[in-house]
């Protein structure tokens, strides 16, 4: 048994193609702790989706160690109730908002996990409102579904993961089809239940300025671990970066180019402000020499 | 905006919105049987002052109500027209060629009106506008739920149910978006005879089949990933009671219905012959 909150040791998946095995993920090796928040980027098929499914028992891996939550996934003789219980600790948000709500009533949809769970109705109501509280949807509880904005469906979607109470949110693209007013609604609900429920986040995107807000970032490349680090460490590897097939963000970008013609800059910055404002010093620095 | 009539609860805080499900459909189906069963100028009457004090009720804007009659609209025509020169009577009113009219005929063909309006009308307020579709669902579940002992899916059907009043809004939006971009590429869908049309119809269907079952392994999936396991061992968030208003309303349209019946043998007036 392992120690941490997700053990994942030389994990192998593939998939049958016209009985020809076709490996997606090739020996995974990480350790997430409780509470963290984890950004995983890579390239379209470089096997995010298959690692997120792994994780959530939907996918059963072919080779390595698997530990979710203290449920040993690789266990080839898993029975159904350990992965009904694995699920109640694990929520899963997807891409499209429109394909995971079951009811067309906002706070009946959300209801949807504990009634499977068969929590009592006095305290599903309970568990509901809060949820819908905790997503900031409260207003909202007796709307239609369809009438709502990209961005409070994938919130609705978060609250019925929450009225379940787990302890691990795995995002599977889940700003992808969002514009960006919506794609910051939903960053800033992770990351409040990541702050203030302790909830672990993995969150799959390939959106640069929302891994940079992660406390770590995972990058895969053709189904193996490119690079692992927290954001400073991983954004000052533009080169590492292009090779995964990924954006490097415009702020590294512009300081390896500043670097690079001789101007020295110090740091990593990770959003605009912080790179204004470390050029704007050396620019000073240069004036005043 | 959407112009789907299926399923469009409107949040309000009315009496008819406090009924309970269950009675609400057993009601709707009372109140259906009502509109079949009036037969003359009197009951007729008295289906348009019930279906009135139900909209008084409801407290549902008015033009929403409207809405639900307008998918019958063609129906209502059609029924109206029929009646109006198949009946035959004594009052001839009109003849030319092999057409008559006679009096009876505008009124057959008002009452088949008025009976078309209530029932779509009074059925909307009843269950549609006034209950959301789990509530409903989860009623027809428990209404169903005798079935069981003859091993019938009622939860699964129930299930199928929820499902559809969800996604049918999305599907004909999603169709709406495909015939604008196959209209875009020049496909006229109002020319040519009926196989011109019908074969014109197969660039839509395809991508709407495509991406139905698209969504329904993706909605499948997320529905696993939230612990559904079937109807075994699940809780409901609300549960519903049978309260003393229900019991007040089953009595009130029981009492409707016996007058409906009394209005038809002793009321005056126009009888409609079938
Ligand atoms: N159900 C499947 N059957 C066969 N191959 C699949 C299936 N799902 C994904 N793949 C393949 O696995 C690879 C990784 O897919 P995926 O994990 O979805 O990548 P990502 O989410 O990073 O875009 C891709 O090459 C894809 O073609
Ligand atoms: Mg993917």
Redesign the pocket.
Known sequence: MSESFIHVKDLVAA?E?NGVN?P?LRGISLDIEKGEYVAVL??????????AKLLNGILAPDAGELFVAGHDLSNPEIDEDEIYALRREVGMVFQNPDNQLVATIVEEDVAFGPENLGVPSAEIRERVDRALALVGMSDYAAADTNCLSGGQKQRVAIAGLIAMSPSLMIC??ATAMLDPIGRREVIETLENLNRDQGVTVVM?THYMNEAARADRVIV?DDGKILADGTPREIFSQPEMLRAAGLDVPQCTALTHALRARGIDLPGEPLSEEECAEIVCRAWRERWTK | MKTVSLGQYYPAASPLHRLDARMKVCLSILFIVCTFLAKNICAFAALVAAMLILVALSRIPLRLILRAVRPVLFIMVFTAVVNLFVTKGENLLFSWWKLQIFREGIYNASFMLVRIITLVVGSSLLLTYTTTPIQLTDAIESLLSPLRVFRLPVHEFAMMMTIALRFIPLLSEETAKIMNAQRARGVDFSVGGPVRRVQSLVPILIPLFVSSFRRADELATAMECRCYRGGKGRTKMTIPHLHARDGVALVLLLLFGTGIVLLNRYGYGYTMTR
Not at chain 1, 42 to 51: A, E, I, V, Y
């Open positions: 998939y193609e076709v997606v890579g390239h379209n098929g470089s096997g995010k989706s298959t690692l599977d693209e799959i895969l």
